[in-house]
């Protein structure tokens, strides 16, 4: 996805995306109160700038593994297992997300 990011010589856009990934994933494992609304929309948003779903629906699973690598040996297994619940969960609305819009693509034609 890198050529994606061309026009983006200062990374402030890499790091808007991961700020607002963080923000969503505080909020889905928290309050509940826009996240998995915003992830929705994002995969929709995305697959307009060529991003496929199941690219986008990999942003966590690279966030997850960055944590992971930085934090080494003070990674456990309980924050594996709650990574991986929480990424699959993102990835199923992702999923239906992009299906919901074929779905509707294939209505409108």
């Given at each position: 996805m890198v050529p994606l990011?061309?026009?983006?010589?200062?990374?402030?856009?890499k790091g808007s995306v991961l700020s607002h990934a963080i923000e969503v994933l505080l909020d889905y494992i928290g309050e509940k109160q826009?996240?998995?609304m915003f992830i929705r929309n994002e995969s929709v948003t995305h697959a307009n700038?060529?991003?496929p779903p199941d690219v986008f629906a990999t942003f966590y699973?690279?966030?997850a593994d960055t944590i992971r690598d930085l934090l080494g040996t003070d990674w456990t297994a309980e924050m594996a297992t709650a990574w991986r619940g929480v990424i699959d969960e993102l990835s199923g609305f992702v999923a239906r997300e992009a299906s919901?819009?074929?779905?509707?693509?294939?209505?409108a034609a």
């Open positions: 990011f061309c026009l983006d010589i200062d990374d402030s856009v826009f996240g998995e700038y060529d991003v699973r690279v966030v919901d819009a074929t779905a509707e693509a294939g209505h």
